[in-house]
């Protein structure tokens, strides 16, 4: 998954961004790691909260348009239903989120960027990371 982010962004080919992909992750492990954990718990929130939302709208429906009927079944048909919404929503909101981290580190990595490619808001956030590293850099005046 991570190769196919990096040849989406650096058009490079398979091995080369596999390899791209498995460096920047190494470089970075602390924030990948961090956004792997809120990921995967956010993953499970909206998981759960599909399938529970998906259900309860559903009983309520179905006692409302047939209250002579048993609802378990139509629930349970909900659920499986839900259950794989739930399931394709949730992968494409993870891949959404790893794209995003590997766009802002390779914006990081690459320094100063455009503003076509970064909007102002998010550049004043990336440059915010160069700025301590150029005041560190500055030769002492002597006074």
């Given at each position: 998954?991570n190769?196919?982010?990096?040849?989406a962004?650096?058009?490079?080919g398979?091995?080369?961004?596999?390899?791209?992909?498995?460096?920047?992750?190494m470089?970075n492990?602390?924030?990948?790691?961090?956004?792997?954990a809120?990921?995967?718990?956010?993953h499970?929130?909206?998981f759960?909260?599909?399938?529970?939302?998906?259900?309860?709208i559903?009983?309520f429906?179905?006692?409302?348009?047939?209250?002579d009927?048993?609802?378990?079944?139509?629930?349970?048909?909900?659920?499986?239903v839900?259950?794989?919404?739930?399931?394709?929503?949730?992968?494409?909101?993870?891949?959404?989120?790893?794209?995003?981290?590997?766009?802002?580190?390779?914006?990081?990595?690459m320094?100063?960027?455009?503003?076509?490619?970064?909007?102002?808001?998010?550049?004043?956030?990336?440059?915010?990371?160069?700025?301590?590293?150029?005041v560190e850099?500055?030769?002492a005046?002597?006074?």
């Open positions: 998954k190769a196919y982010i990096q040849i962004l650096m058009g490079k398979f091995c080369r961004s596999a390899k791209a992909a498995f460096f920047l992750i470089r492990a602390l924030r990948f790691g961090t956004i792997a809120l990921g995967g718990m956010i499970a929130i909206g759960i909260f599909i399938m529970v939302a998906t259900c309860v559903g009983y429906l179905e006692r409302e348009m047939h209250p009927i048993s609802p378990f079944m139509p629930v349970m048909c909900f659920l499986v839900s259950y794989e919404v739930a399931d394709l929503f949730m992968s494409v909101f993870g891949l959404a989120v790893d794209t995003s981290l590997q766009c802002f580190i390779a914006c990081e990595e320094g100063d960027v455009d503003d076509d490619i970064v909007p102002a808001s998010l550049k004043n956030f990336v440059n915010e990371k160069k700025k301590p590293a150029a850099a500055q030769p005046t002597g006074e």
